[in-house]
């Protein structure tokens, strides 16, 4: 009993260490941890461009800090502004990263048959032409 409970622990742990060393789990791993940081930073820096653009508007409101806005709206606006941010950060990774791409399947495309078909058709077509109208020229 004690033996076939360690095999099934054992088989367990090899199933779960196998989960783990998977590809897609580590990579989004790495990304939920990266987006984490990511969203820290974009946070502070809205809320430095949030207290630093509406500096004039609190001072009228008579606050202090944008938190302390009524019913929550300065919440709320860095909430906005952070996705907005992220949003747009987002769109021009992604963006870069598609032209990157196409130009590369630009680069590794190879020729098309029918294309180089036709040229080198089209080249024949020219040498026989030269030829012919040389041998007319020399004939007469």
């Keep these: 009993m004690a033996r076939r409970a360690r095999?099934?622990?054992?088989?367990?742990?090899?199933d779960f260490q196998e989960f783990i060393m998977r590809g897609n789990v580590v990579d989004l791993a790495v990304a939920v941890i990266i987006g984490t940081a990511f969203g820290k930073i974009v946070e502070a820096f809205v809320k430095w461009i949030m207290s630093v653009l509406l500096a004039p508007v609190l001072e009228r409101a008579g606050v202090n800090q944008l938190e302390n806005l009524p019913l929550g709206l300065?919440?709320?606006?860095?909430?906005?502004?952070?996705f907005l941010v992220i949003g747009l950060v987002i769109?021009?990774?992604?963006?870069?990263?598609?032209?990157?791409?196409?130009k590369q399947e630009v680069e590794a495309a190879p020729p098309?048959?029918?294309?180089?078909?036709?040229?080198?058709?089209?080249?024949?077509?020219?040498r026989l032409t030269d030829v012919v109208e040389s041998r007319r020229s020399s004939a007469f």
């Design 74 to 82: 300065g919440e709320l606006a860095v909430a906005i502004v952070n």
């Design 7 to 14: 095999s099934s622990a054992t088989g367990f742990l090899r």
């Design 112 to 126: 098309d048959p029918m294309i180089e078909s036709q040229e080198r058709l089209t080249t024949s077509i020219n």
């Design 91 to 102: 769109f021009i990774i992604i963006r870069t990263l598609e032209k990157f791409v196409r």
